[in-house]
């Protein structure tokens, strides 16, 4: 008899819910790994990019996906680095222009395909936090726990906002509130694994919501579904660890 699988947290959503930063939290809070998968789909558009493949050429997209040569390194301070054969990647995946080549080459097909193995590869013990816009409809289907996280375009683009002001990259409101809706556009009308709440999926509207709170209802639904992962969490997992 094989053991039974490791349990999975799904929370998914468009970019700016929060989603990102809840599943760190969660994931820290129990001690279970992590999966951004959206990282996947960046790297594999700046792979892409820097080998001079165009972004719509499905298969040697697809090619580039398949033998993609990443490493997360998770850090003692809990930062995780991205290396790409090699070179750390962690800042340039998290551009703007990298979020747009990911949403390009996520509507293809066949690289979606490409990285079914390794994001299913993360699954492991003591369990799994998994973020992105199809972990609880399609890649963990039989997740235990699944959370689809929205906000109004307004206050999405306002934290991608805030969060790039951060970092020192100064792009308008009104550019980055038009290229969310764009990208929210292409993520839900693809026509594999569209951007969608699986219809198990506990909805959450996080408008106007402080992200503690957020943090706090998601670990109220882990309590309701595993009282033993949240009274005893793994202290020493993979608090940020995107590790495979
Ligand atoms: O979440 P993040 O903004 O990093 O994702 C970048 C892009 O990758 C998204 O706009 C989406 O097109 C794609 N993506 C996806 N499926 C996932 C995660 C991300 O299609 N599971």
């Not at 290396?83 to 949403?103: D, F, P, Q, W, Y």
């Not at 890649?139 to 934290?159: H, M, N």
């Not at 992200?211 to 109220?220: L, R, Y």
Request: proline share 5%.
């Amino acid at each position: 008899m094989s053991a039974a699988p490791a349990p999975v947290i799904a929370i998914d959503g468009p970019g700016g819910s929060g989603k990102g930063t809840v599943a760190e939290q969660v994931a820290g809070q129990l001690g279970w790994h992590l999966l951004d998968s959206g990282a996947l789909y960046r790297l594999v558009g700046l792979a892409a990019g820097g080998r001079g493949v165009a972004l719509d050429d499905a298969v040697a997209v697809a090619a580039v996906a398949a033998d993609l040569d990443v490493s997360f390194l998770s850090g003692k301070g809990g930062d995780t680095r991205i290396l790409l054969s090699g070179v750390n990647v962690s800042g340039a995946i998290r551009t703007e222009a990298a979020g747009a080549a990911a949403s390009r080459v996520a509507a293809l097909p066949a690289v979606r395909e490409a990285l079914i193995a390794r994001q299913r590869a993360f699954r492991r013990p003591p369990g799994l936090v998994a973020d992105g816009r199809d972990m609880g409809t399609f890649i963990f289907p039989d997740a235990g726990l699944k959370v689809f996280l929205t906000a109004s375009v307004e206050e999405r683009a306002r934290r991608r906002h805030n969060q790039l002001k951060q970092k020192g990259i100064d792009v308008s409101l009104a550019a980055l509130s038009r290229d969310m809706a764009e990208r929210d556009r292409r993520d839900s009308e693809r026509s594999v694994a569209p951007l969608r709440p699986a219809a198990d999926a506990r909805v959450l509207d996080s408008t106007g919501m402080p992200v503690e709170s957020v943090v706090k209802a998601v670990m109220g639904w882990v309590a309701e579904t595993w009282p033993d992962a949240v009274s005893n969490p793994r202290t020493g997992g993979a608090a940020s660890g995107l590790t495979e």
